[in-house]
């Protein structure tokens, strides 16, 4: 277990919470603290930005804000995706969707180049003045077509650094300096780079404060859309996981935690919200999900689309991810909502999450670390519901759609003055 921090000069065991400056927490090289008009950068109006990314599911889950904050530039907007089911949410930004059929979990190179190609008419047709490339597979693809279109402005954004961050074996090390040479090969004096947490940059061998890099809030949370809701009653404490169930976000080790937990006696609950990505190689298989919730106090739902209802219901939001995250959606959504949270020591997670203020944090991949601040927490409801006020504030200060897009509209205008 981690001792419960202090943090300037505050004991959080006494109920104060202290919030440090967002500009403190995020490296922001393009002034955030200066307003938008203070910025002195030629019209943007009607310039065309292109996105990229692999799936319009995970667009439409994390970035319409982004979306947005072009469209307020005036910018001129397509997405470049797999169209599924999320057209219409897309497009209601006022983005053009333009398909392009690219399974983010193939390595072929023959297959990656040939989507390159395509990619590289559209950005040519297009007329793109900035692509801006989300995950890995999107930048490696998106670059190489950004240069056979002559496109130099882009922004690579880095969401977390996936399989490559959860391990750390000689192969995934040989694995990150391949990424790194990829990824900076396709560099221009032009591009820039986007994180959600200060570890991620220096997997490519960026200073997170460098000019060239900005670290964004996560995807940004609307607060009015998500707000704290009353604890429900005890004497169990009801956890819930909302993830994709995938081994790397430690669905087992909250199975493991929360059977061990109730060996003790201990009336802790734990629902799972999520479904398999049948695109990760980590997948959990569906059989395996409807044996864990045949168990006593465990219980899988699947899907859900109504995350507030999801807190609403439960005390405490886990997440033991083994790593590779950006910055949970997950975890941010249940701050603002005000739950308190466990989760691992991992980046990403300790963005958000200090340790002993809006929760836990424990060792990645150790049941029993879990199953111990659990416990805790079952024995201190007054201390559950202060950690869940302390994440709520959190959120306040940096994580917000408005924190996001007015970063973002910072980052555009900027590049696009150049």
Request: glycine letters at 10%; charged letters at 25%.
């Amino acid at each position: 277990m981690f001792p419960v921090a202090q943090v300037d000069g505050n004991d959080p065991r006494r109920g104060e919470f202290p919030r440090a400056p967002a500009a403190a927490r995020r490296a922001q090289p393009f002034q955030p603290d200066r307003p938008l008009s203070s910025l002195a950068v030629p019209d943007v109006q009607g310039r065309k930005l292109v996105f990229v990314v692999t799936e319009d599911w995970f667009f439409a889950s994390h970035f319409l804000p982004m979306a947005r904050a072009a469209r307020e530039l005036g910018l001129a907007v397509a997405v470049v995706t797999r169209v599924r089911s999320h057209r219409e949410a897309i497009e209601a930004t006022g983005a053009k969707v333009i398909p392009l059929e690219a399974e983010r979990r193939s390595l072929n190179p023959m297959a990656a180049g040939y989507a390159a190609g395509q990619l590289a008419a559209i950005l040519k047709a297009e007329k793109a003045d900035l692509v801006h490339c989300i995950a890995l597979k999107s930048i490696l693809v998106g670059g190489f077509a950004a240069a056979m279109a002559g496109v130099g402005r882009r922004v690579y954004a880095l969401t977390g650094s996936g399989l490559l961050g959860a391990r750390t074996d000689t192969l995934s090390r040989l694995s990150q300096r391949a990424v790194r040479l990829l990824v900076r090969g396709l560099e221009t004096g032009r591009t820039r780079y986007l994180f959600e947490n200060t570890d991620d940059p220096k997997l490519l061998g960026l200073d997170p404060a460098g000019p060239q890099v900005t670290v964004l809030g996560g995807a940004g949370i609307d607060p009015e859309a998500l707000r704290p809701a009353p604890l429900p009653p005890g004497p169990s404490l009801k956890v819930a996981v909302v993830a994709r169930m995938l081994w790397s976000k430690g669905i087992d080790v909250a199975v493991e935690a929360v059977r061990a937990a109730r060996a003790k006696g201990a009336a802790v609950e734990l629902s799972l919200y999520g479904a398999p990505d049948p695109s990760n190689p980590k997948a959990i298989p569906e059989e395996t999900l409807r044996a864990w919730s045949a168990e006593p106090g465990i219980a899988w739902h699947g899907v859900t689309q109504d995350i507030a209802a999801v807190w609403r219901d439960h005390h405490v939001a886990c997440l033991p991810s083994r790593g590779g995250e950006g910055l949970p959606r997950t975890l941010l959504e249940a701050a603002a909502c005000g739950r308190a949270i466990v989760t691992t020591d991992v980046p990403g997670c300790r963005t958000l999450v200090r340790d002993g203020v809006e929760g836990r944090l424990v060792y990645p991949g150790e049941a029993a670390g879990l199953t111990e601040a659990l416990l805790a927490l079952l024995a201190r409801p007054d201390l559950v519901a202060r950690m869940g006020e302390a994440a709520r504030a959190r959120v306040l200060d940096g994580f917000t759609e408005r924190d996001v897009m007015d970063d973002v509209k910072r980052l555009y205008r900027s590049m696009l003055a150049s």
